[in-house]
């Protein structure tokens, strides 16, 4: 599904957090209950385009670049834990002047916002963690030698994204406008007109020589979690397995499951089925009393 890339389009916004520069992505409606989306490993802010399309009237949408990608500024001392990562998001949010507010996560994202609601479990409204669990299952290692063994650049643009398509499913899965709008949020033309990507290249290195970075003990959190939680969990995930997603929305106080048949990982949040249930959970949940 595409509403196009030459739709609704968001605002770029930058903001000092730390003394790291972070580049976000605000589709408006600042009077609708927030909505912050923190993308995954290998991605950027516009990997919520669809998703913030769809829901923008009924949201007020913020996509935030984690330091090291998109256009965030990279971290001169290589400092990327999750807690690092989580700090950049409780110092966005306060920044933005949110009480509470719904938080999306997907795959490193997630782990960013269960992260982050350690200590801020309060502040969430709701929760949607999107294939990704507390526990690192043999998908996270493909990913780190995914990324670690890709060309640095590419002569043209539709050379990197006919790269993008043959690594990823997801991503050959989805419409030419949306292939190229995605591609643009994780690649930047240099100078010698080659098309490069936007990741701190210290950051690949250093999950490369180190693997992914140890997440904290996050059960103890989702068990205390009160906010509705929704897990999105693709059917072919390897990143996120069936018994894992199972025992995350057993653990939740409010949990629920939601499976997308037939799609790895990560689900786009444009499918059909994740649509239907974002559509019920959504709305349906957190809208506020009368709306």
Request: net charge negative; with cysteine; glycine share 10%.
């Amino acid at each position: 599904m595409s509403d196009g890339a030459t739709t609704a389009q968001p605002e770029s916004k930058r903001i000092m957090i730390g003394g790291l520069e972070l580049h976000s992505l605000d589709w408006g409606n600042a009077s609708a209950p927030a909505l912050v989306c923190v993308h995954g490993y290998t991605s950027s802010a516009d990997a919520f385009n669809g998703f913030a399309r769809r829901f923008r009237d009924r949201f007020h949408i913020v996509a935030l670049d984690v330091r090291g990608h998109g256009e965030s500024a990279w971290s001169p001392s290589g400092e990327y834990t999750y807690r690092d990562q989580a700090g950049d998001l409780a110092a966005f949010v306060d920044r933005l002047g949110l009480g509470e507010f719904i938080l999306l996560g997907t795959s490193m994202g997630g782990i960013i916002a269960m992260t982050y609601a350690m200590e801020n479990g309060q502040r969430l409204r709701a929760l949607v963690l999107n294939d990704i669990g507390p526990e690192a299952e043999q998908g996270s290692q493909r990913i780190t030698r995914m990324v670690g063994g890709r060309p640095d650049a590419f002569a043209t643009s539709d050379a990197a994204l006919a790269y993008r398509r043959e690594v990823s499913p997801i991503v050959a899965a989805r419409d030419a406008a949306d292939q190229r709008e995605l591609a643009l949020g994780v690649l930047r033309q240099r100078p010698d007109g080659e098309w490069g990507w936007k990741m701190d290249p210290a950051y690949i290195s250093q999950r490369v020589e180190r693997g992914a970075p140890v997440r904290p003990n996050l059960w103890p959190t989702l068990a205390g979690l009160a906010c509705p939680t929704l897990v999105v969990w693709g059917t072919e995930s390897d990143v996120l397995s069936e018994a894992q997603a199972r025992r995350m929305v057993e653990t939740l106080p409010n949990g629920e499951l939601l499976a997308i048949p037939g799609v790895g990982h990560a689900p786009s949040l444009v499918e059909p089925a994740s649509l239907a249930g974002l559509e019920r959970f959504l709305p349906g949940v957190l809208a506020p009393a009368g709306a």
